[in-house]
């Protein structure tokens, strides 16, 4: 087999990744299904940080999220607390399914699309990495950090049209079983 040969063969392995691969690779990337399955809660706190340019200021808020809460309503938001969130993928996102890959900042990235809007919704996964770094088109998750066995994004940027709003995490703690 020839370079060209290896080459093509390889990219054609890494664009045909099935939905199963991607989503067990996801689970090792942050720690794996056993670091996880013990735990039950997960606390946050932080800062909101609101830039709104057309309003001429940046408004700093603290930040105190918690799973379960009964009332917060927003999918997205409710996946990156639940502490078995990378577990339930498909609860959060049904219907999910492999889109190909995207180049984002200069990074190959799975495209996992649901039965949602792809638009705030579509799941972007680092081929290299395996860790989840985008929902849908608004929202990057990164500075991954290792807290209890699991790494978890403590910066979450969500763009919007006149601004943008950033969750800066300082602090993580869970409740076990």
């Known amino acids: 087999m020839n370079c060209l040969s290896s080459t093509i063969l390889f990219c054609a392995l890494l664009l045909s990744r099935d939905l199963q691969t991607i989503l067990t690779s996801y689970v090792e990337a942050v720690g794996g299904r056993e670091a996880m399955q ?7 706190t ?6 709104r340019p057309y309003r001429g200021l940046v408004a700093v808020t603290p930040l105190v999220l918690s799973f379960p809460d009964p009332e917060l309503q927003d999918r997205k938001t409710n996946f990156l607390l639940d502490p078995q969130g990378p577990l339930r993928l498909e ?31 579509a799941l972007q996964f680092d081929v290299e990495t395996g860790l989840l770094t985008g929902i849908g088109y ?20 969500k763009s919007r049209k006149g601004g943008s709003t950033v969750w800066e995490i300082d602090t993580v703690e869970h409740g076990t079983r």
Not at 38 to 44: K, N, P
Not at 145 to 154: E, I, N
């Open 38 to 44: 013990h735990l039950e809660s997960r606390t946050v």
């Open 138 to 157: 608004y929202w990057t998750l990164s500075d991954y950090r290792l807290v209890d066995g699991v790494l978890l994004p403590f910066r979450i940027h």
């Open 91 to 121: 609860h959060y996102f049904p219907g999910l399914r492999p889109a190909g890959t995207r180049t984002v900042d200069g990074r190959l990235k799975y495209i996992l699309e649901s039965d949602l809007d792809p638009a705030y919704y």
């Open 46 to 51: 932080g800062r909101q940080v609101d830039d």
